[in-house]
């Protein structure tokens, strides 16, 4: 549970400061996009015997990058491309995890989280990459908000967009394959939109979304795990219910201000 | 000896397709320091005139430089403000006036870390000149149509910019606004010396203070000053026919 916990920090905190980025520009759903990425990488660490959580990061930057890519190029084609790279992501990882003979209870674990299977080495990990994820979101904070503020006006002035873009969904990437111990494959991208869309109706500045987000994400993985340990729930599902609890309570005292 | 021009158009055309061509022939020299109304029909070609002008597209015919250079590869790029068409914040966070404005100094500044002591400066100077000091810790959307215009005008003048276009400012912006933009922007104009081009589908606000009006509907039909356009003209209506 210790371990569950520190891991739980770590994400509670992660999660919501890449995923402000992506709300902030409409992009919500990408991480659940990646999430189906890295289930691939999952079910090739299953049947290659190698970490899965490793094999996830790979896939998910990868898948990542190339979503990010497909994006930039809009249209009709691009949001075609993003649904073949969303399920042909999530076909292959079928594929491999039944050729693996692992189609049973443990992938379970990465689809939903789970407070057991956290090791010390994954929290190393977690903790390792996720404070250099923090670190990255911090020094990129000021450019990554001019760009939720006017890509166009940032384009036009010279700022590398596409460089940035890619940054963000790496971030995503390395976010969502952290994450899936704890709060599984299928949830992390409630992790990384509710705390920001609660803290976006109570929040007075960009910045304090940005922190408020941050306070929630923590406070929902922390009180959701210690729920969970104690009442034999699942660790992701009882994660994002009581992030999306604070998100109704957020909505609540938004509508009672008039806002 | 001939001053390099800020914006140099020379016979261009240009389509989004193969075959189509939604500017064709246009020639225009825009003067360092210079107050320009560009206006047209919707659909006429003001914007695709913008994209080229800011070298975010390449002329499929003719050439299109930045104070000397070809737009698209232009090195200065940080001297370029821009105020897009219908420009809003993508998402939920409440961003305020200040953290808007600050957007501006991205590109001027530096792009990794905090903010320098500088950049604040001319954040806070920027919010001044537009006449928003007292609103510049409010969240943007609480702010009139013409307040957050003059936010995001403030933004493109943190950057200290020798070149500001405008593209189509006064949508959704009441006439008393307009007008009120429009004395804004001759000030800055007098002030800071900076080349304005100022792109919408009527001129009513701006024509006593520019310089020159250019009219535009697929090519150039009228380069002049607003005083020699023909009365009948002055009817924004008219160049729709």
């Given at each position: 549970?210790?371990?569950?916990?520190?891991?739980?920090?770590?994400?509670?905190?992660?999660?919501?400061?890449?995923?402000?980025?992506?709300?902030?520009?409409?992009?919500?759903?990408?991480?659940?996009?990646?999430?189906?990425?890295?289930?691939?990488?999952?079910?090739?660490?299953?049947?290659?015997?190698?970490?899965?959580?490793?094999?996830?990061?790979?896939?998910?930057?990868?898948?990542?990058?190339?979503?990010?890519?497909?994006?930039?190029?809009?249209?009709?084609?691009?949001?075609?491309?993003?649904?073949?790279?969303?399920?042909?992501?999530?076909?292959?990882?079928?594929?491999?995890?039944?050729?693996?003979?692992?189609?049973?209870?443990?992938?379970?674990?990465?689809?939903?989280?789970?407070?057991?299977?956290?090791?010390?080495?994954?929290?190393?990990?977690?903790?390792?990459?996720?404070?250099?994820?923090?670190?990255?979101?911090g020094l990129l904070y000021r450019a990554l908000a001019a760009v939720v503020v006017d890509e166009e006006g940032a384009r036009v002035a010279g700022v590398p967009i596409?460089?940035l873009?890619?940054?963000?969904?790496?971030?995503?990437?390395?976010?969502?394959?952290?994450?899936?111990?704890?709060?599984?494959?299928?949830?992390?991208?409630?992790?990384?939109?509710?705390?920001?869309?609660?803290?976006?109706?109570?929040?007075w500045s960009m910045r304090s979304?940005f922190?408020?987000?941050?306070?929630?994400?923590?406070?929902?993985?922390?009180?959701?795990?210690?729920?969970?340990?104690?009442?034999?729930?699942?660790?992701?599902?009882?994660?994002?219910?009581?992030?999306?609890?604070?998100?109704?309570?957020?909505?609540?005292?938004?509508?009672?201000?008039?806002? | 000896?001939?001053?390099?021009?800020a914006?140099?158009?020379?016979?261009?055309?240009?389509?989004?397709?193969?075959?189509?061509?939604?500017?064709?022939?246009?020639?225009?020299?825009?003067?360092e320091g210079e107050f320009?109304?560009?206006?047209?029909?919707?659909?006429?070609?003001?914007?695709?005139?913008?994209?080229?002008?800011l070298?975010?597209?390449?002329?499929?015919?003719?050439?299109?430089?930045l104070f000397?250079?070809?737009?698209?590869?232009f090195s200065q790029r940080r001297t370029l403000g821009y105020l897009a068409?219908?420009l809003?914040l993508?998402?939920?966070a409440p961003a305020t006036v200040r953290e808007v404005v600050s957007a501006g100094r991205l590109a001027a500044g530096r792009l990794i870390g905090p903010g320098r002591r500088r950049d604040r400066e001319l954040v806070a100077e920027a919010i001044e000149r537009v006449g928003l000091s007292e609103r510049a810790d409010a969240p943007l959307?609480?702010l009139?149509?013409g307040q957050q215009q003059r936010a995001f005008i403030a933004k493109a003048l943190a950057g200290e910019p020798s070149l500001l276009v405008l593209d189509?400012p006064?949508?959704?912006?009441?006439?008393?606004?307009?007008?009120s933009l429009?004395a804004l922007l001759d000030r800055l104009h007098s002030e800071l010396g900076v080349t304005i081009v100022y792109?919408?589908?009527?001129?009513?606000?701006?024509?006593?203070?520019?310089?020159?009006?250019?009219?535009?509907?697929?090519?150039?039909?009228?380069?002049?000053?607003?005083?020699?356009?023909?009365?009948?003209?002055?009817?924004?209506?008219?160049?729709?026919?």
């Amino acid at each position: 549970m210790r371990l569950a916990l520190g891991a739980g920090i770590v994400i509670g905190v992660l999660a919501p400061a890449v995923g402000f980025f992506l709300v902030q520009r409409r992009q919500s759903l990408i991480g659940d996009g990646i999430g189906h990425v890295a289930f691939a990488g999952v079910a090739a660490g299953i049947l290659l015997d190698v970490s899965p959580v490793l094999t996830a990061l790979i896939a998910a930057v990868l898948g990542g990058v190339v979503i990010e890519v497909l994006r930039s190029r809009g249209g009709t084609a691009g949001d075609q491309a993003l649904a073949l790279v969303f399920y042909t992501g999530i076909a292959v990882g079928v594929v491999l995890v039944s050729t693996a003979g692992a189609l049973n209870v443990d992938l379970f674990q990465y689809l939903f989280g789970s407070i057991l299977t956290v090791t010390r080495t994954d929290l190393v990990l977690i903790a390792a990459l996720g404070a250099v994820g923090l670190a990255t979101v911090g020094l990129l904070y000021r450019a990554l908000a001019a760009v939720v503020v006017d890509e166009e006006g940032a384009r036009v002035a010279g700022v590398p967009i596409g460089g940035l873009n890619i940054a963000v969904a790496a971030l995503a990437a390395v976010t969502v394959a952290l994450s899936m111990r704890v709060v599984g494959i299928l949830l992390v991208a409630a992790l990384m939109v509710l705390p920001v869309s609660a803290a976006g109706r109570i929040a007075w500045s960009m910045r304090s979304t940005f922190v408020l987000a941050m306070g929630i994400g923590l406070g929902s993985a922390l009180i959701g795990l210690t729920i969970s340990y104690y009442a034999d729930l699942p660790p992701g599902g009882t994660i994002v219910l009581v992030a999306a609890a604070v998100f109704g309570v957020a909505v609540a005292v938004s509508a009672a201000r008039g806002r | 000896m001939r001053m390099t021009p800020a914006v140099e158009l020379a016979d261009v055309s240009f389509g989004y397709r193969p075959g189509q061509r939604v500017l064709e022939g246009v020639t225009l020299r825009l003067g360092e320091g210079e107050f320009v109304a560009v206006a047209g029909p919707n659909g006429g070609g003001k914007t695709t005139l913008v994209r080229l002008i800011l070298g975010l597209e390449r002329p499929a015919d003719g050439r299109a430089l930045l104070f000397g250079e070809p737009a698209h590869r232009f090195s200065q790029r940080r001297t370029l403000g821009y105020l897009a068409q219908r420009l809003e914040l993508g998402g939920d966070a409440p961003a305020t006036v200040r953290e808007v404005v600050s957007a501006g100094r991205l590109a001027a500044g530096r792009l990794i870390g905090p903010g320098r002591r500088r950049d604040r400066e001319l954040v806070a100077e920027a919010i001044e000149r537009v006449g928003l000091s007292e609103r510049a810790d409010a969240p943007l959307r609480t702010l009139s149509g013409g307040q957050q215009q003059r936010a995001f005008i403030a933004k493109a003048l943190a950057g200290e910019p020798s070149l500001l276009v405008l593209d189509e400012p006064t949508t959704g912006v009441d006439a008393e606004s307009q007008e009120s933009l429009a004395a804004l922007l001759d000030r800055l104009h007098s002030e800071l010396g900076v080349t304005i081009v100022y792109v919408s589908h009527e001129f009513g606000a701006v024509e006593r203070f520019v310089q020159r009006l250019v009219l535009v509907r697929r090519t150039i039909i009228f380069d002049g000053s607003p005083q020699e356009l023909p009365g009948i003209w002055h009817d924004p209506s008219h160049i729709h026919a």
